[in-house]
């Protein structure tokens, strides 16, 4: 017969009735404002001009708006904590589009581009047997009782793979902004974030300081990162019963609600901004018109603007 959980720590049924209104409230907005965002994702992949860098803009949304979807699963099943994974990750993909479209744009997407292609080369390195980082990899992998029963190696042609990246390094913007990386890795002496290319923020802090997000970085995201590594898990659990005993919350905790649904409405609204006026700003009385019509009034229930 199935488990059943402890009610005291889970009652899944009675939280989903608690928070039935706002449920209801905020998952057609959620809903409403990825479809929008999708909607122009298209329209701007559609007439961007040809060029890797569209990618380095355009894909950050995606995840984005892929990340806020998420929210609105959780949301729906009255799980709002958890979606504080996702929010730390959009809020990466916001720093990330606002910083590549608002100055220097074909330079910083080539580095965001050749950062990327590092990271893949490192890990396709580690699939072609009988190299070094093969071997480092394998033995990392025999040290895990879970990871030796993986496999490296057949999952992907790696070196058709890494010949392919290589080559992307050789185009001219490949090649100007891999210098840039070679000498901030070396300046860094370890792998460079994109970001760091060119004189850059040297930590993502840095980075949402230089975007003028410096509170959002300190009250939002450090206790967020704190939560997603598991280092604040005696603060966010433990709590007293009304004796002062110690005592442990219960999951599906819905005192961050209405903060989760604005800030992911939030994100949303300033990334799908930033992008329209970098590739369609015709478009932006159309969407003014649209946040006024179909998001604003819901929006303002959870404490948007």
Not at 80 to 94: G, I
Request: proline residues 5%; contains cysteine.
């Amino acid at each position: 017969m199935p488990t059943k959980p402890p009610k005291k720590l889970l009652d899944r049924d009675l939280f989903k009735a608690f928070a039935r209104e706002r449920i209801d409230i905020a998952t057609p907005l959620l809903q409403e404002v990825v479809n929008h965002g999708l909607a122009a994702f298209a329209r701007c992949s559609h007439t961007a001009k040809d060029g890797d860098e569209k990618l380095a803009i355009l894909m950050p949304y995606l995840h984005l708006l892929e990340m806020i979807d998420g929210v609105h699963i959780l949301v729906a099943d009255a799980a709002p904590d958890p979606a504080q994974l996702q929010l730390r990750s959009a809020f990466e993909a916001l720093l990330t589009i606002e910083y590549i479209t608002r100055d220097d744009t074909m330079r910083r997407a080539h580095a965001y581009l050749v950062a990327d292609i590092h990271r893949r080369l490192a890990k396709l390195r580690e699939m072609v047997p009988g190299t070094e980082a093969w071997k480092r990899a394998r033995k990392r992998m025999e040290a895990d009782a879970v990871g030796r029963t993986l496999r490296l190696e057949g999952i992907v042609d790696a070196k058709a793979g890494i010949e392919k990246l290589e080559g992307l390094l050789q185009k001219p913007h490949g090649r100007a902004a891999n210098a840039a990386y070679q000498r901030a890795k070396k300046k860094r002496k370890g792998r460079p974030a994109w970001y760091e290319l060119y004189g850059g923020p040297t930590s993502l802090e840095l980075l949402a300081t230089h975007l003028k997000r410096p509170a959002q970085y300190d009250i939002l995201y450090r206790p967020w990162s704190e939560t997603s590594h598991a280092g604040d898990a005696i603060y966010r659990k433990l709590t007293k019963a009304k004796g002062g005993a110690p005592a442990v919350r219960q999951l599906r905790d819905l005192s961050q609600f209405d903060t989760i649904v604005s800030l992911a409405v939030t994100f949303v609204l300033n990334a799908t901004i930033r992008v329209l006026n970098f590739y369609r700003p015709e478009e932006m009385p159309a969407f003014h018109r649209w946040y006024t019509r179909e998001v604003r009034e819901t929006y303002m229930k959870f404490g948007g603007s």
